[in-house]
Structures are given as C-alpha cells and as structure tokens.
C-alpha cells in the first residue's frame, strides 16, 4: 500500500493512495488542537497596576467514526451550573506604595494590596451532543496584604476562595473552599565587640529572625440534582 503523500502534510484524511489495490479496512484516528491567548497590562497610576489574559483551546478528536471536541475558554461562571456567565479574562491587580498615604506612613514601612482572578469554561462534546461542562472561579488571591512595620516587624495576610462545578448527567456538583493565611516575622540584628590584647578587636554580629505561620480553611460541597423538571439542591 502506498502512502498518500498528501495526507503526510495533513492536506488529506486518507492515509493510503487511493489508487492502491489494498481492499483491507482500517482506522482513522486524528487530533487537532487550537488555542489562542491574549495578554496585556495596564499601569493606571504610578504604584497601581493590573494585567489581563484571555484564553481560548480547543481539540478535536476523531476517532471510529465519532467526533471528540472539548472547549475551555476565560469564563466569570454564575448561576448554580455556572452556565449563566460570560467571557472574561483572567486579571491579577497590584498595589503599592500604600505606606506613602498620610495616615499609615506612621505604622508601615512598607504597605501593599494584590488581588486576582481567574476563571473557566470547560466543554466536552461527542459529534453534535454536550456529554458535560466545567466551570472554574478562583479568587486567589480574593486580597492579599503585605506589610511591613516600623519595628523590623512584617506580615503578609491573605484571604482566597475557590469555586469549581461540574455538569454531569443529572446533576451538578459544587465544590467551594475558602481560606486565610497569616504570616508574622521580627528581626534582629546587634553584636559586640570582643577585646583582644595587641590585635584588632573581633566583631562578632548576631542575626535573628522569628517567624509564626497561621492558616484557616473550610471547604464544602452542594449537589444540585435535577428531579422531573425541577431542580434542588440535595
């Protein structure tokens, strides 16, 4: 059997020359992947800044006859299944400077806000029928604050929460955790100088650092079960 050359550049779906004698069957197995990103940033003031990425993948499967085709797109989910949302692009804000307004530059050294988002839309298809979909809505960070005090004191306190739903046959299952994240450190740095007769004195130099690590998370799960033609959460 001779080899198709055209189907060697993807200029044909048949494997084998049309012209060959073979009569024997075989099976055609292919995938083509798609995918397209967007990105930009935007500096809105001098200390203030955010960026923004939007994503598009698609793939498509063929194989024994049927078609495979799965979509995730950059996606704000809403609604219990998550289906009543829209297109959005991932974002990630910054802050910083914060220390330089009036009333905190007596307490932070250092003071700075970040928040992001990313979010997600998941398709799966079989020839012309939806099999299931996914949806994602990450706040991580919801807010994050990093803060550095008057004192060789510093801290980082954050707060984020996750949310992912997944349409099945029937019934929808939510999945949500939540959590907060505390960090605290204090340095110290001193010495003394020890004499020693007819040489230089030795300076010994002594770095301490302390830090407390705390954290609190909570997650849980809804099951939305459709029943007849209704809809409820179990």
């Known amino acids: ?33 798609q995918n397209l990103s967007l990105n930009s940033g935007i500096k809105i003031t001098k200390n203030l800044s955010t960026s923004l ?48 307004v009036k009333f905190l530059n007596k307490v932070f050294k250092n003071l700075s806000i970040s928040h992001a988002f990313s979010g997600g839309k998941q398709i799966s298809i079989r020839d012309t029928t939806e099999t299931g979909s996914k949806y994602s809505q990450n ?16 801290s980082n306190l954050g707060f984020s929460r996750n949310l992912s739903i997944d349409n099945g046959s029937g019934d929808t299952r939510q999945s949500i955790s939540e959590n907060a994240n505390l960090s605290i450190s204090y340095s110290y740095s001193g010495g003394m100088n020890i004499p020693i007769p007819f040489m230089k004195d030795l300076n010994v130099t002594n770095n301490i650092t302390l830090t407390v690590n705390g954290s609190y998370g909570k997650s849980y799960q809804n099951k939305y079960t459709k029943v007849g033609n209704d809809e409820n959460f179990n």
Request: proline fraction near 6%; glycine fraction near 10%; hydrophobic fraction near 30%.
């Open 1 to 33: 059997t001779r080899v198709n050359p055209w189907y060697r550049f993807g200029l044909s779906e048949t494997p084998s020359d049309s012209t060959s004698t073979d009569k024997g069957k075989y099976t055609l197995g292919k995938k083509v992947s």
């Open 139 to 154: 706040f991580s960070p919801l807010i994050q604050l990093n803060m550095s005090f008057k004192g060789d004191i510093r």
């Open 53 to 100: 990425n939007f994503k598009v993948d698609v793939s498509n499967n063929y194989s024994n006859g049927n078609i495979y085709k799965n979509m995730t797109i950059s996606y704000f989910p809403l609604g219990k299944k998550g289906e009543e949302g829209f297109p959005m692009p991932n974002w990630n804000v910054s802050w910083n400077g914060l220390e330089s």
